[in-house]
């Protein structure tokens, strides 16, 4: 294969008390290997909350040149300083999430399985498309079950980048690189990964350069 290549799409895990303390893991994680954003994912959290999630973790990211994404809320994301937002089909709709960020602003849009859904969010300006689940999650139930295939059929047809997402682990991912997908969004596989998610970044990012190594 050749470049450009896949790269990782963090998010953070789905319960954290102390964000002091998993800024300083996020320090140390995103200096392990390549990391495109970080996706802040706080379900039923107060604003507060995630006001106070995100003071801690927008430097870290921002520091080492990584976008910082907030699930859901087009409006705590504008308002807390991220890059962008997140939107899935039950969320605010793109065009409403992109009227609260702006133009400069990241918005990604969740299609699950639909070819239809991402040709939809693609032609209204999304700046990714995410497709999934690949494979079973920790993280959450997915409500759907995506065909690696979707992703090489997007690479090839589409320009706007695709994020390959759910139950993605080191072991696991190199299929999916080998689409052509753009980013491999990331949950338990790193901060749950054996060896702690610096390890995981570095082994990551060894598969993908393994897989775009290989001839075409």
Request: glycine share 8%; aromatic share 6%; proline share 6%.
């Amino acid at each position: 294969m050749s470049d450009p290549a896949c790269r990782l799409y963090l998010i953070t895990p789905p319960r954290l008390d102390d964000w002091a303390a998993f800024a300083e893991t996020l320090k140390r994680t995103l200096a392990a290997g390549d990391v495109a954003c970080l996706q802040l994912r706080m379900k039923d959290e107060s604003d507060d909350a995630i006001r106070r999630a995100v003071a801690a973790i927008r430097p870290v990211c921002h520091g080492a040149d990584v976008a910082l994404l907030l699930n859901d809320r087009p409006d705590l994301a504008k308002e807390t300083g991220c890059d962008g937002v997140h939107v899935g089909q039950t969320d605010a709709s793109y065009a409403q999430a992109r009227a609260i960020v702006g133009a400069d602003a990241i918005v990604g849009v969740t299609c699950h399985d639909s070819r239809h859904l991402a040709m939809i969010a693609g032609e209204a300006g999304a700046d990714y498309v995410a497709f999934g689940a690949f494979f079973p999650s920790t993280t959450k139930e997915p409500p759907t079950q995506a065909d690696p295939e979707i992703l090489r059929w997007w690479s090839e047809m589409m320009i706007v980048p695709s994020v390959a997402i759910g139950g993605i682990t080191v072991e696991n991912c190199a299929p999916l690189v080998e689409t052509g997908t753009d980013f491999l969004a990331v949950c338990n596989g790193v901060w749950g990964h054996a060896e702690g998610p610096e390890a995981a970044v570095r082994a990551f990012v060894r598969v993908i350069a393994e897989v775009y190594a290989q001839p075409d």
